[in-house]
């Protein structure tokens, strides 16, 4: 079964720094682009960035560059985000999504059920 | 980096025909075969429902058509039915290798 289960959420103070991790499973991660979208309490989809299959090429939304890094291990089919300088508008639930090509971040088909993260003091 | 423009709600009748439209720039839809569209039931992930334009994906109902005109993406949800009641979102590849989404569409079935 094809799969992705994110985890490392929680609550964070503005400023203060998560890393959120997708594990996969069930399809051949190495082959394909994998995302991090956002959704805010109540509000629509965000996109967040994307790092093409080989891991070289990573691309972000203008809200969170410069702070958040994607970055993936094909030899765990694990993909991340590590969230710098957070802030409360930062605050979302997080689904990280396999992408149906190696190099574009279109076409996301497969999400997994999302991650909390709560930025506030 | 502007959303995709989505009418804010749609609605109609078990059975009926509804269309959301999707629009964008020359930079984003209009310049790439790379519009999705995703259902989202609340609480729960999004779905893809479409992509590349007009393609379905393996358990999505023929129900579910897109197609794009210019700078306008459209998906249409024939026959109706009270289990396509959601959110709809649409997202296009653009030409800094980012994705944009719209910002969604709630469908109301009466």
Known sequence: EVQLLESGG???????????????????FSSYAMTWVRQA???????VSVIYSGGSSTYYADSVKGRFTISRDNSKNTLYLQ????????TAVYYCAKCGYSSSGAGMDVWGQGTTVTVSS | QSALTQPASVSGSPGQSITISCTGT??????????????????????????????????????FS???SGNTASLTISGLQAEDEADYYCSSYTSSSTVLFGGGTKLTVL
């Not at chain 2, 259902?39 to 992930?45: L, S, V």
């Open chain 1, 10 to 28: 929680g609550l964070v103070q503005p400023g203060g720094s998560l890393r959120l991790s997708c594990a996969a499973s069930g399809f051949t």
């Open chain 1, 41 to 47: 309490p109540g509000k629509g989809l965000e996109w």
């Open chain 1, 83 to 90: 969230m710098n300088s957070l802030r409360a508008e930062d």
């Open chain 2, 26 to 63: 020359s930079s984003d839809v209009g310049g790439y075969n790379y519009v999705s569209w995703y259902q989202q039931h609340p609480g729960k992930a999004p779905k893809l429902m479409i992509y590349d334009v007009s393609n379905r994906p393996s358990g999505v109902s023929n129900r």
């Open chain 2, 66 to 68: 897109g197609s794009k």
